[in-house]
């Protein structure tokens, strides 16, 4: 089974590309939803996250306050580098999880939506490596404008990520997402072909 690593900096469109695989049949790995749900209520994650940033992260139902969680440990590369250190061994035991349910289903190719693939040398490996790429001042406009960050959240989330030339330079594959959505489905149908052509 081929491992297709998906990434892309945060407001790139990474999700859009990834949906356009799953439309056409791909199995799509998505480390943001099991990070998701490795931090559900009582799960050991989830309080060592309470430990590590405020206990009063946590709801009186148990659910995480995402959105202050993000607020504190986006702040600087400390406190990401922190986060990072509770989930990512997590996330990444489940995504081996889930490749190997994959690979037994018969499944020719996967595909491994992975904000920090490149920042965790996990695009290392992966048989191709896909970079989704936009300009830092459209992803901006996009965070801002979709999501609802103000421009300073936005700004400050996208300067704890990697550089774009340093992830773009890991790529066997770049799509470029400074356009409309009709300008990404060529891109994504040509790199459906190269996966294929494996």
Known sequence: MRKIGLTGGIGSGKSTVAKLLAEHGF????ADKIAREIMEPGSPVLD????????????EDGS???GELARRAFVDKPSTEKLNSITHPAIRAESE???????????????????LLVELGMH??????VVVDVDA???VRRLTASRGLDEADARARIAQQIDADTRNAAADIIIDNNG????LKPQVERLIEKIRQF
């Open 64 to 66: 995480l306050d995402r």
């Open 124 to 129: 290392r490996d992966m048989d191709l490596t």
């Open 137 to 139: 001042e459209e992803r």
């Open 180 to 183: 409309a959505e009709t300008d």
């Open 27 to 30: 199995v799509v790995v998505d």
């Open 97 to 115: 999880r889930r490749f190997a349910a994959a690979e037994a289903a018969g499944e020719p190719a996967v595909v491994y939506d992975m904000p």
């Open 48 to 59: 060592d996250v309470a430990a590590a940033f405020g206990e009063d992260l946590i709801a």
